[in-house]
């Protein structure tokens, strides 16, 4: 019988961490690298052990967690993905550089004509 995700994720919710990360194992999401959903739990759990671990060791954890949401957002683009990524990071206390890959910039007066 295959775990499912959601049920992993409900777990990792309610507060059973240890259990969720041991059916994410148990069931091989921890080695998917092409499955968006088990990359997107996979950040989850990461961020959830972050906040359940030492400071020390918090900002490594988020910055997987970070890469965990990259990675599942590179497979099925998604808006949340990339804000769970975000998140993350302002958690992790990096610094972060927004560049628009847009090579112009908006000159407001040209709006009006």
Do not use: C
């Amino acid at each position: 019988m295959t775990i499912s995700l959601p049920h992993i994720t409900t777990l990792a919710r309610s507060g059973a961490l240890d259990r969720a990360w041991a059916l994410f194992r148990e069931a091989g999401y921890d080695q998917a690298t092409d499955n968006s959903t088990a990359l997107a739990v996979k950040g989850r759990l990461l961020k959830d052990q972050a906040f359940a671990s030492s400071e020390a060791s918090k900002n490594d954890v988020l910055e997987l967690a970070a890469d965990a949401y990259r990675a599942a957002d590179a497979i099925a683009p998604q808006p949340w993905l990339l804000l769970e990524a975000a998140r993350a990071l302002h958690n992790a206390e990096v610094d972060i550089t927004l560049v628009d890959k847009t090579n112009h910039h908006l000159f407001q007066p040209l709006l009006y004509q």
